[in-house]
């Protein structure tokens, strides 16, 4: 009995490790992304199950065959204070560490995230790349980000679109993803 037990934790461990699991931090979040009216069902369904939800609008932006969102500043701001705005440290491995805070952005200047540097969008000629940060664990919805002032933002034309972050106090993985919107992502909020 005590061998089958061992054994059994061994595999256990073993593919906690293999897989990359951590089961310290499960998630108790969701980023849902679209058009507003689903977006607005989707939480209206689900609204006895959520403890915390907060919508943002966003644009959707096309740099050649590449999706960039346009935030707010404020949008990115409430982003930080909930430590999903992380910092890709090692591309190979995944490893990426919560990024504290983002640099202050200049009217007529977007700030912008992305995997690989670019010096200028067709919609906003004067960026300044700012790294390799992401939204989660991932790119879940688009390729890169910008970051701009309100006034900048109101200027940039782009498609519109909401970005519910949506806390649970459970991990709401485990009832499935039913959202039905564009892209969900599942995520870990700090607030």
Do not use: H, W
């Amino acid at each position: 009995m005590k061998k089958l037990l061992t054994i059994f934790l061994t595999t256990v461990i073993a593919t906690t490790v293999l897989t990359g699991c951590n089961l310290f931090a499960k998630a108790n979040g969701v980023i849902l992304y679209g058009e507003q009216q689903d977006i607005i069902d989707s939480v209206e369904r689900d609204k006895k199950e959520i403890i915390e939800e907060e919508q943002f609008t966003i644009k959707m932006i096309e740099q050649g065959q590449q999706k960039v969102m346009v935030l707010t500043e404020e949008t990115a701001k409430e982003l930080v204070s909930k430590q999903l705005i992380r910092e890709i440290t090692n591309q190979e491995k995944g490893k990426t560490k919560v990024a504290k805070s983002l640099s202050k952005v200049s009217e007529g200047e977007g700030l912008l995230f992305a995997k690989q540097k670019v010096e200028k969008l067709d919609a906003m000629e004067n960026v300044k790349y700012e790294g390799n940060l992401i939204i989660g664990e991932g790119r879940a919805y688009t390729d890169m980000f910008l970051i701009v002032t309100n006034a900048d933002y109101d200027a940039i034309e782009g498609t519109e679109k909401t970005m519910a972050v949506l806390k649970y106090d459970k991990d709401p993985s485990a009832d499935g993803l039913k959202y039905d919107v564009e892209k969900t992502q599942l995520v870990r909020i700090e607030n």
